[in-house]
């Protein structure tokens, strides 16, 4: 079976990039969209999520550009008091479907869950068989940085008969108390897993880390969308940055300045993906004793670990909880607009559904590619020191071409997912004059300070 569809573009991965450039692109320009995602609904990998998991970011930093995520409060209990909220896994999935309704009740955006771009402008059904032919469409890829998680990928290492692994997303579901746990990876899920078993009653002593690197990670505190503290946050960054000679030093002024985080002040981490973490979090973090830093498991069996270097005991009915998959993706910069395809990619420094979003306005109300290009060039994901630092450069780069357009400034101000936002109306302080004057005088020696570090 097949079918026509009249679509002017052809979005291909239905996750929180390609719903927030979509978003953006129809709320700006008559065209209609298809909308394609492997899954059965939109909301990419938070549909597959483990159930504990909370954004590590304020909600209103996530989504789409048009609709808030969540309301926009601060918490009013717990050891976040104050900040603000997080959405849940439950509320971003219940966000994404209602964001997508209104996309269909608007007749511009077609959705073809289930199914799989095959190329040639084709989408195949995975359920079906149907095929759609979409002649004409401007493809839109927004599966290039598509994460991996635990749910969907086996364990890095061999398991053998005996062993008891499960990933991270049946942590929650466990029938049978093991006499230890051992959490296998360094990034944020594990972070979160180590969190999550803590706070049901289980003692630190019964919680083995392997944690192959040690990473650094932002002060949820001061990653917060209030501008004279998100800006305050920036200029403090680019200060630092100015004066440092080394990414060490760069890193640990950061740290002593309450921007960065790392879990053993006595270690130097070499991994910066930097997730925000609470610093209540990070309390809890360091009562885990029992740390492993023997590189990555090469294999699991009953009662042993193995690594390059040798073995290591562990209960015989321990649990060895997956969370070790790669997470965020590192392929090549590409020009986000070329023949092929336009592929989303962060524009500014880290957050992803504003550099998607930014990429649909540019792509509704610019002509030409080559001036689409030229305001958003595209920055990486960070993952080192160094990668951060380069981040960081391009990333403030291309913020300061984008927000050169007075359009571009004017709607940006008004979409809650920009961290640097200063909302019309908001009140002056003394505060916000002094980011902003830091901010003017310090960016630009930073950003060459910061190139020569890379």
């Avoid at 990876?185 to 040690?214: E, M, Q």
């Avoid at 917060?224 to 990414?247: C, H, N, V, W, Y």
């Amino acid at each position: 079976m097949s079918r026509t569809v009249d679509v002017d573009y052809l979005v291909v991965g239905a996750g929180a990039m390609g719903m927030a450039f979509t978003d953006a692109l129809i709320e700006h320009a008559d065209v209609r969209v298809a909308m394609v995602d492997r899954r059965h609904g939109v909301g990419g990998h938070w549909l597959e999520a483990y159930p504990f998991v909370r954004l590590h970011q304020s909600s209103a930093f996530y989504g789409v550009p048009s609709t808030l995520l969540g309301g926009g409060q601060l918490q009013q209990r717990g050891p976040e008091k104050g900040l603000q909220e997080r959405a849940t896994q439950a509320e971003i999935c219940a966000y994404y479907a209602r964001i997508l309704d209104g996309m269909v009740d608007s007749g511009k955006v077609e959705f073809f869950p289930n199914s799989e771009y095959v190329g040639d402008g084709a989408v195949v059904s995975r359920i079906s068989g149907e095929r759609f032919e979409m002649p004409g469409a401007r493809i839109v890829d927004a599966r290039y940085l598509a994460p991996s998680i635990p749910a969907e990928k086996p364990p890095p290492f061999g398991v053998g008969e005996g062993a008891r692994v499960l990933p991270v997303n049946d942590l929650a579901r466990l029938e049978e108390t093991p006499s230890q746990y051992v959490v296998v990876g360094s990034g944020k899920t594990a972070t979160d897993a180590c969190i999550w078993l803590l706070s049901r009653g289980v003692d630190p002593d019964a919680i083995c880390w392997v944690r192959p690197r040690d990473p650094w990670m932002f002060n949820r505190a001061v990653v917060q969308p209030d501008p004279s503290i998100f800006l305050g946050m920036a200029a403090d960054t680019m200060q630092i940055a100015e004066r440092s000679k080394s990414l060490e030093e760069l890193f640990l002024g950061l740290e002593d300045a309450d921007i960065m985080l790392r879990i053993d002040r006595s270690v130097m981490p070499t991994m910066a993906k930097a997730p925000t973490l609470a610093t209540w979090e990070l309390e809890q973090l360091r009562t885990l004793e029992n740390v492993v830093r023997r590189g990555h498991i090469q294999h699991v069996d009953r009662g042993s670990l193995t690594f390059a270097d040798g073995s290591l005991a562990i209960a015989d009915d321990a649990l060895v909880v997956h969370c070790a998959a790669d997470g965020l993706k590192y392929p090549p910069l590409l020009p986000v607009w070329r023949p092929e395809a336009i592929t989303l990619q962060p524009i500014r420094a880290g957050f992803p559904c504003f550099g998607a979003a930014v990429t649909g306005y540019v792509e509704a109300t610019r002509d030409t590619d080559t001036e689409k290009n030229r305001l958003c060039p595209p920055s990486p994901f960070p993952d080192s020191m160094a990668t951060w630092a380069k981040m960081n450069v391009l990333g403030t780069q291309a913020a300061m071409s984008f927000s050169s357009e007075p359009d571009i400034k004017a709607w940006s101000d008004g979409v809650a997912l920009n961290p640097a936002r200063v909302p019309p109306g908001y009140p002056a302080s003394a505060a916000l004059d002094d980011a902003r004057e830091r901010l003017a005088r310090h960016t630009k020696p930073a950003l060459a300070q910061l190139a020569q570090l890379i």
